[in-house]
């Protein structure tokens, strides 16, 4: 469908500096006492067929009495293709068999207000006036940016409000139709499995009343109370869990538009290295082959340098590709390697301060005088992705019209990017977003859209399908940072935390990801380079918790559970460091720091019990961690066979606000943990010489069936609104299982992957 957001906007609302101090002021001041922009009614028509009436921006009734739903977030095996109709039809009182979805257009009211909100650098326990305005001004400049996109966890947390509210809003509009035909008061009439019903039996099914209900101004919506919840709550099955069974999916690579063309890449072999030269006649002469092409030219920085074939099947076009023989200009990362960029982190912890994202109290001076001192330094290694399904992207040019078919997190960004490399306006970009093979992050970028679209612009208007190998994933990511993190505690007679003072060191996400895809320079704090440190909720009076941004030669991107899914590893490893000094229980320390914490002191105690004692050989180790609004604790039962460390077990408690379906809650926590385990028994990218050491998951491995612990999942129940749930069980793994690692040998392992040897 086509675009129609605004690429000069969103520049201008990200980072309009340009202006005058009193014209800021001005602007700032005028644009503050507006009302936030609505979320119900969209600024077009939905794109609708076959009669249906739509009620609001978000739905429509069609005239079998099924309901339309815009769908603006991703499904990546995640569940919010499932999570977000219970919403829709817990509201509107309609059977969650009945909503259908069709994809959101680019429409405003469909941006991600929860996740801009989420990124600000606040503590969760400060409930100050200045948080508040902060909060409410970045989700009022949210829903004027309207960017969609999924991530952060954010999805049922941002459709909590307008999801509902647009089902509610409809229901209303229904009911009063109804009313009207009837001449009865509203408020005699109810509503159960669409349909309107009175008391004295008289009935009518939504898809008669579609028509006069649109005609009737929906009124402040009224939200059902959860006490009278009927499906949310509920562990209704997964809606998408069919088509993946019998195939009929589709999937980003499963695209097959009349006449397609199928391209691979030639990718530089180090990083930064820029394409010199290439000699395509040997290529041009293959079987199959169409066209060799250089796509650096319309790339700028939105993607390394690099050429591509295209063929009349990818095979042929892999096949070329490798064989293009090519001559590449090194780039300033040529003599780059994992061990110099260790050191360049120990040389900033030695000489920079860093920006402190929380302190209280004071760290040093007569607090630290006679106490003894506990130090330690945790590192954490670069990390791919490794989604099941490769990137790609198929794209077609023509008539001045941009089509893309395409897995993505952020449909937005990937129109910005195409109308870019393209020449066009956003306008006269569609976009289908298909199913995702996989997320983590990896398709928040879109590198591959702005390669698929270069290469589509000079194939004569048919489509072209891109497809990257597993090794070209793997050493052309966006990965996850690497870290450094320095720790200095000191312990009271009694025991007890003192003073905690933590420094760490990474890149910037946030800075590079702003500089890719929408040109901006990266500056000042990044939130998530500190996530998961500053943010703890033990109750420690002396604390400062601080981070040192390096300039990261390697490109950097967001990794599922962000910085929280190495910071998490350092906090409640050295946390647990500090109880085995103190000589106390590490469960017992923990829970000592959280008497003002209840709903964390709930959730650890839940893990615990649940747990039990650890059979003969074996060990437990505990993590508690939050994230994204949501607290976990986890307990790893693991044991060592022949030097290898194995889980065997894993109790995993959340506390994820109002839990609206139980079994996708399970599902994401046991998804969590695997993908959490296999990033601490196995996962590290390194560099030498500028290049990426690691190829497949031969030498980047993910778990397989054998190495799979139990997961059990405990779901605390709550009345408060829902919080993430699709990373939040990742950061805790780690911990737990170097937690075990160390009752059971009594080594202490600071640095992943996990490993004895």
Known sequence: MAAQSSPSRRRFLLGGLGLGVAGVGALVLGWGVLPPRQRLQGSAPLPLQDGAVALNGWLAIQADGSVILAMPRSEMGQGVHTALPMLVAEELDVPLSSVKLIQAPMDKIFGNVAMLKDSLPFHPDDQGRVKALAQWTVAKAARELGVIVTGGSSSVK?????????????????????????????????????????????RAS??????????????????????????????????????????????????????MLYAALHLPPRLGDTLAAFDAAPILAMPGVKKVLDLTPHLAQRSVSCAAVVADAWWRAKQAAAALPTQWKAGPQANLSSAGVYAEFARLLDSETGHAYHASGEVEGKVAQGLRQVTAEYRAPFLAHAAMEPVNCTAQVKDGKVMLWVSTQAPGIAVDVAAKVAGVDAKDVMIEVLLLGGGFGRRLEVDMVA????????????????????????????????????????LDEHGRIASWDNKSVSGSITHQFLQRNFGL????????????????????????????IADSAVPIGYWRSVGHSHNAFFKESFIDELAHAAGQDSIAFRRAMLLRHPRHLAVLDAAVAKAGTPPPGHA?????????????????????ENGEIRVQRVVCAIDCGIAVNPNIIAQQMESAVLFGLSAALGGEITFKEGKVEQSNFHDYPVLRMGQTPEVETIIIASAEHPEGVGEPGTPPIAPAVANAVFSLTGKRLRSLPLRLA
């Open 620 to 640: 437990h180790g505990v993590a508690l961690h939050q994230s994204f609004g949501s607290i976990v604790a986890q307990v790893a039962q693991v044991s060592v």
């Open 521 to 548: 320079p990266g500056a000042g704090p990044d939130k998530t380079t500190a996530e998961g440190e500053f943010d703890m909720p033990y109750e420690i009076a002396n604390q400062r918790i601080a981070h040192v």
């Open 206 to 259: 939504y898809a008669s009343l579609a028509q006069l209900a649109a005609a009737i101004a929906p009124g402040t919506p009224v939200l059902k109370l959860p006490q009278d919840f009927k499906l949310i709550g509920q562990p209704a099955p997964r809606r998408d869990t069919p088509s993946k069974v019998n195939g009929s999916a589709r999937f980003g690579i499963d695209a097959r538009p009349p006449g």
């Open 451 to 490: 390669q698929a679209v270069a290469i589509a612009l000079q194939c004569d208007g048919a489509p072209v399908q891109l497809v990257w190998t597993r090794e070209q994933d793997t050493k052309h990511d966006m990965y996850r940072p690497a870290a450094l993190a320095r720790f200095t505690a000191r």
């Open 158 to 202: 941002d459709g909590w409000g307008p999801m509902r509210e647009a089902g509610a809003s409809a229901r209303a509009m229904l009911v009063a139709a109804a009313a009207a035909q009837w001449q009865v008061p509203a408020a005699q009439c109810r509503t159960q499995d669409g349909e309107v019903l009175h008391p004295d039996g008289r």
